[in-house]
């Protein structure tokens, strides 16, 4: 039996199989899928199974997970695809038998508002009714999506969003992929949610000041309303309805939606959650 990682292809999914490896998981017993296959013959020759699977195609679907115990089920990115690959793969991993879906959703989707959490709260709502057995991974904001605007919030001198004074419990990808690693290898945890996090949450005004503090340079945060900041972010070349999902999520960061005191995060793999601080060192390495 195996345990099958969907996106393996992309970053979350990657960074989750190699959690698995340091847990002690035979790379035989894990298979890591993914459209693009030759995106990780490395995996391959390391002896991780490999194995092509489109959310688009149930055939795929099938054969890459025969044989699974458990799935870790990576959200899909493109926002109006979403809810019909999850089910897709939902309907995939009950028919291969699986004892576990683990479900990377977001904070409080249950609750939140923002265009997002609708697709994520649907994905759960479709487990229910599918009765899978499943944990619910609800991940806050990555710290990556920070750090990763660093060289514009350089070029331009501020920090664009319009988050208000909210505060995100942003984590770094790694942090969750070792939370999702540490589901699947140990028992448990069945019917679980888990409100995953950062240990230290931080404003949009609060991580200006902390790039400032890295660099020596006089960041500011620039508050502004959502309409404009889409426009800022289509200007930097990103597509209109990608724009108007993130500056839809800034609304949310408004509304307390991605902060989470839990302390699930931490607990689950064992240690602290990596710093703002330590994640904008990296990020400008």
Known sequence: MSTVVTGATGQMGRLAVEALLRRGVPASEIVATGRDIARIKDLADRGVVVRRADFADPDSLAAAFAGADKLLLISTTTVDERLGNHRRAIDAALAAGVSLVAYTSMVHADTATTILAATHRATEEYLRERDAPSVLLR?????????????????????????????????????????????????????????????EAFTLAEFAAAVSAATGRRIGYTDTPAAELAQVLTGTGLPAALADVLADADLGMSRGELFTDSGDLSRLIGRPTTSLADAIADALR
């Open 139 to 199: 991940n806050s904001w990555y710290l990556e999506n920070h750090t990763g605007q660093l060289p514009v919030i350089l070029k331009q001198g501020a920090v664009t969003g319009a988050a208000g004074q909210g505060r995100i419990s942003a984590a770094a990808r790694a942090d969750y992929a070792e939370a999702a690693a540490a589901v699947l290898t140990t028992e448990g945890h069945a019917g679980a949610v888990y409100e995953l996090g950062g240990d």
